[in-house]
């Protein structure tokens, strides 16, 4: 067994700013990232990896460095974080906890009251981009079947699995879920990694607002409620063998889920239940663009409909809000299952006026129309296919075609409600011309075309009907109008 610590030992995937000197290496520890934050771009990984990474290096921030009281207190916080987080790092008390084998303690692993190797699992099966059980993948055949692990890529599989472990995937007696599931995660990104930290911290009154604390992280104590324990978590009794190969896996510490506690980098969505408002996370969902809840995770109007993350929220209080901020999002789908169905990320460059009630008013607009679009298209696909008898109507290819388009030029509605024009007209009304209707109006006219030919009589006779669907969205008339012919476009 070599010894490995996190701290000493190269495990995170990063990307150089082309600044730096030429050679670096693509994965450095724990201290590295700290005492070379400034040199490092980013974190190099996928969505899961990125979200536990960087929960990950909020967590020592603070257990380092502690936290400002409020947003007039940040004052010079964090600029001896090249040196500061690593003599914390290297403290006799805190060293020892980052091995990732040996007897305890041990980084973010808790013995479990069993090591008989028929408790284990294989350590792949805990691998979210392998195969396992009947989780298939289209690069991956090898199954449960032992595979080689290195020390670098179990230390990052121990960290996201605590982060996103699904009770009940695995040691279907083991409950309770990671802290950073079933929620969309918000990163505000940087010009380097050591930017982007800060950009993600917290002040005490921020914490305290939602009925939380700072706490301590588990490597200075139990596991809680708290947040530092939150961000390095212990979701599970989890024991690697020593070569590597298998997986002990017993009952962690339960955290408390929304609305007993809010996740810092969540948004919350509030719809309206009846008479009643209900609160809920803001989740990804797998079949939509994360651009569509853009205007829901950017709220910081304290209006109906939504509360951006905590991390924006302390940002913005900080006064450091520019003519434009990088935001990055990103979640790893938990299905009812019990299984992880899929990863999504996407990152935004986000003009200030989107912030502003005129910015979100305007965004908001924009997909609402969009959707209220791809219905019309609904019916008229609908009203093609029953022209023609046809019991199965290309409806959802339709959908997609047109969704399709929208995501490849979503950036035209940010630019749009980045720059709100005073008297401009309504999106999608009968007098808008902006770039975003006509957009629209195209995306719609094309994905209808394309699923619906008109080349025999029959065929032109069933577009007609269908087009004419269409139109009353597309070309909508004045308020007060009379039933003239509206222009033929479709």
Same mark, same amino acid.
């Given at each position: 067994?070599?010894?490995?610590?996190?701290?000493?030992?190269?495990?995170?995937?990063?990307?150089? #700013?082309?600044?730096?000197?030429?050679?670096?290496?693509?994965?450095?520890?724990?201290?590295?990232?700290?005492?070379?934050?400034?040199?490092?771009?980013?974190?190099?990984?996928?969505?899961?990896?990125?979200?536990?990474?960087?929960?990950?290096?909020?967590?020592?921030?603070?257990?380092?460095?502690?936290?400002?009281?409020?947003?007039?207190?940040?004052?010079?916080?964090?600029?001896?974080?090249?040196?500061?987080?690593?003599?914390?790092?290297?403290?006799?008390?805190?060293?020892?906890?980052?091995?990732?084998?040996?007897?305890?303690?041990?980084?973010?692993?808790?013995?479990?009251?069993?090591?008989?190797?028929?408790?284990?699992?294989?350590?792949?099966? &805990?691998?979210?981009?392998?195969?396992?059980?009947?989780?298939?993948?289209?690069?991956?055949?090898?199954?449960?079947?032992?595979?080689?692990?290195?020390?670098?890529?179990?230390?990052?599989?121990?960290?996201?699995?605590?982060?996103?472990?699904?009770?009940?995937?695995?040691?279907?007696?083991?409950?309770?879920?990671?802290?950073?599931?079933?929620?969309?995660?918000?990163? @505000?990104?940087?010009?380097?990694?050591?930017?982007?930290? @800060?950009?993600?911290?917290?002040?005490?009154?921020?914490?305290?607002?939602?009925?939380?604390?700072?706490? $301590?992280?588990?490597?200075?104590?139990?596991?809680?409620?708290?947040?530092?324990?939150?961000?390095?978590?212990?979701?599970?009794? #989890?024991? #690697?063998?020593?070569?590597?190969?298998?997986?002990?896996?017993?009952?962690?510490?339960?955290?408390?889920?929304?609305?007993?506690?809010?996740?810092?980098?969540?948004?919350?969505?509030?719809?309206?239940?009846?008479?009643?408002?209900?609160?809920?996370?803001?989740?990804?969902?797998?079949?939509?663009?994360?651009?569509?809840?853009?205007?829901?995770?950017?709220?910081?109007?304290?209006?109906?409909?939504?509360?951006?993350?905590?991390?924006?929220?302390?940002?913005?209080?900080?006064?450091?809000?520019?003519?434009?901020?990088?935001?990055?999002?990103?979640?790893?789908?938990?299905?009812? *299952?019990?299984?992880?169905? *899929?990863?999504?990320?996407?990152?935004?460059?986000?003009?200030?006026?989107?912030?502003?009630?005129?910015?979100?008013?305007?965004?908001?607009?924009?997909?609402?129309?969009?959707?209220?679009?791809?219905?019309?298209?609904?019916?008229?696909?609908?009203?093609?296919? $029953?022209?023609?008898?046809?019991?199965?109507?290309?409806?959802?290819?339709?959908?997609?075609?047109?969704?399709?388009? #929208?995501?490849?030029?979503?950036?035209?509605?940010?630019?749009?409600?980045?720059?709100?024009?005073?008297?401009?007209?309504?999106?999608?009304?009968?007098?808008?011309?902006?770039?975003?209707?006509?957009?629209?109006?195209?995306?719609?006219?094309?994905?209808?075309? &394309?699923?619906?030919?008109?080349?025999?009589?029959?065929?032109?006779?069933?577009?007609?009907?269908?087009?004419?669907?269409?139109?009353?969205?597309?070309?909508?008339?004045?308020?007060?109008?009379?039933?003239?012919?509206?222009?033929?476009?479709?």
């Amino acid at each position: 067994m070599t010894p490995f610590n996190l701290i000493d030992q190269p495990w995170i995937p990063v990307r150089w #700013l082309p600044s730096s000197e030429t050679r670096r290496p693509p994965q450095i520890s724990l201290c590295e990232a700290f005492a070379l934050s400034e040199k490092i771009a980013d974190i190099d990984g996928a969505p899961h990896e990125r979200i536990a990474l960087m929960r990950l290096l909020v967590c020592i921030t603070h257990a380092a460095l502690g936290a400002p009281l409020d947003a007039d207190e940040w004052g010079d916080f964090g600029s001896d974080l090249e040196i500061a987080v690593p003599a914390y790092l290297h403290h006799p008390t805190i060293h020892p906890r980052f091995h990732l084998l040996g007897p305890d303690p041990r980084f973010l692993q808790k013995k479990p009251k069993s090591l008989d190797p028929k408790d284990g699992y294989p350590l792949s099966k &805990s691998a979210f981009h392998l195969s396992s059980g009947n989780n298939s993948k289209l690069l991956d055949h090898w199954g449960e079947a032992p595979r080689p692990w290195t020390p670098s890529a179990a230390a990052l599989l121990v960290l996201c699995l605590q982060n996103f472990f699904v009770g009940g995937s695995m040691a279907s007696k083991v409950k309770g879920n990671g802290p950073a599931l079933k929620s969309l995660q918000m990163l @505000l990104k940087g010009d380097s990694l050591r930017d982007s930290i @800060l950009r993600n911290a917290l002040d005490l009154e921020t914490i305290e607002r939602t009925g939380g604390h700072l706490g $301590k992280p588990v490597w200075e104590g139990p596991p809680d409620h708290n947040l530092l324990a939150r961000l390095a978590p212990i979701s599970c009794a #989890l024991w #690697l063998s020593d070569d590597l190969q298998t997986l002990f896996i017993d009952q962690g510490h339960s955290y408390l889920e929304f609305e007993a506690y809010r996740d810092p980098f969540a948004s919350i969505e509030i719809i309206k239940d009846g008479k009643n408002e209900k609160r809920r996370l803001l989740r990804a969902k797998p079949d939509q663009g994360i651009w569509r809840d853009l205007h829901l995770l950017t709220n910081l109007t304290h209006s109906v409909g939504s509360d951006a993350a905590l991390n924006l929220q302390c940002f913005n209080a900080r006064k450091n809000l520019g003519e434009t901020t990088d935001l990055w999002v990103g979640e790893l789908i938990k299905a009812k *299952d019990a299984k992880i169905e *899929d990863a999504t990320e996407s990152t935004f460059t986000i003009p200030q006026a989107l912030f502003g009630e005129a910015g979100q008013h305007l965004y908001a607009a924009g997909i609402d129309h969009a959707e209220a679009v791809s219905k019309f298209l609904y019916g008229a696909i609908k009203t093609y296919g $029953k022209s023609l008898s046809h019991e199965n109507p290309p409806i959802l290819e339709g959908k997609k075609q047109f969704w399709h388009q #929208l995501d490849q030029n979503h950036r035209t509605l940010i630019e749009m409600a980045g720059k709100p024009q005073p008297g401009q007209a309504e999106i999608g009304s009968h007098d808008a011309k902006d770039p975003w209707t006509l957009l629209v109006r195209a995306a719609a006219i094309r994905a209808f075309k &394309s699923v619906c030919p008109h080349t025999t009589p029959r065929q032109i006779q069933a577009h007609s009907a269908g087009a004419r669907v269409l139109r009353k969205a597309l070309y909508p008339k004045p308020p007060g109008a009379t039933k003239n012919a509206t222009p033929s476009q479709t």
